[in-house]
């Protein structure tokens, strides 16, 4: 049965730091340390895609799950879809759990996991800085 008990208090949350390079296209790094449910979770985080953003910074990680079941960590592992905005030193992300299905069948985007992100850049201010891609999660 899927989850649909909403809560005032997200499923998951963390606090995540992130290296990113993207000069039209590029990557990113991210560590993070939270909780999910009642559970203590580490994870690191690798991903690539296409934007225009160099940047490091700490966020602030908040998700929802509407997968079977309680929230686990396990339930983090895998791969992601993400997009990522930042102005000045302010930064802002969805992500969402991305399922690669077979042939002739529509590929699953947020089934499990939905989320965001907002926090803050260290080093230089950027104008404007943006970046769009796919990545995986390896929790535990």
């Not at 690539?48 to 910074?57: A, K, N, P, Q």
């Not at 700490?58 to 993400?82: A, R």
């Not at 969805?94 to 850049?121: E, F």
Request: charged content about 10%; overall charge negative; glycine content about 20%.
């Amino acid at each position: 049965m899927k989850n649909t008990v909403s809560s005032p208090v997200p499923d998951m949350q963390a606090i995540q730091v992130s290296i990113n390079g993207y000069f039209a296209g590029g990557g990113s790094l991210s560590i993070s340390a939270g909780r999910v449910g009642d559970d203590a979770f580490f994870s690191i985080s690798v991903s690539g895609g296409v934007g225009g953003d160099i940047s490091g910074g700490v966020s602030y990680v908040s998700g929802t799950y509407y997968g079977q079941g309680d929230p686990n960590v396990k339930s983090l592992n895998g791969p992601f879809v993400e997009t990522n905005t930042g102005a000045g030193r302010i930064s802002f992300g969805a992500w969402a759990n991305y399922d690669r299905m077979p042939a002739g069948q529509n590929d699953n985007i947020g089934n499990v996991w939905r989320g965001y992100s907002l926090g803050g850049s260290f080093g230089s201010p950027t104008v404007f800085g943006h970046h769009t891609s796919v990545g995986n999660t390896w929790a535990w």
